[in-house]
Nanobody, 124 residues
Framework: QVQLVESGGGLVQAGGSLSLSCVAS????????MGWFRQAPGKEREFVAT????????YYADFVKGRFTISRDNAKNRVYLQMNSLKPEDTAVYYC?????????????????WGQGTQVTVSS
């Protein structure tokens, strides 16, 4: 089992920044890839970013390229999402997810464990 706990969400004005963090426990963190997803009210959960086991490979959804950065610290069992130039349409619950393989993935059904989510609200 893998337990994931997100933190760092909140309310920010458009153009501002937030940094999300997700801490993992239960299994060897460095052995699997991680992802961030988000879900806005009335919408399906969507992919945001993913990172492989070592942090050497990352992949982003087009709508966050150049604004968000995913990173990880295997010594601390953490994955991060730095979000800059936030827009009101970025408002959603953001979820951290773990995948029991080392390579990246962008589909929700390719992830095996999920955190409870953290709310991000961007005001205009």
């Amino acid at each position: 089992q893998v337990q994931l706990v997100e933190s760092g969400g909140g309310l920010v004005q458009a153009g501002g920044s937030l940094s999300l963090s997700c801490v993992a426990s239960g299994r060897t963190f460095s052995s699997f890839a991680m992802g961030w997803f988000r879900q806005a009210p009335g919408k399906e959960r969507e992919f945001v970013a993913t990172i492989n086991w070592s942090g050497s490979i990352t992949y982003y959804a087009d709508f966050v390229k150049g604004r968000f950065t995913i990173s990880r610290d295997n010594a601390k069992n953490r994955v991060y999402l730095q979000m800059n130039s936030l827009k009101p349409e970025d408002t959603a619950v953001y979820y951290c997810a773990a995948r029991l393989f080392q390579n990246i993935a962008a589909m929700t059904n390719e992830y095996h464990y999920w955190g409870q989510g953290t709310q991000v609200t961007v005001s205009s």
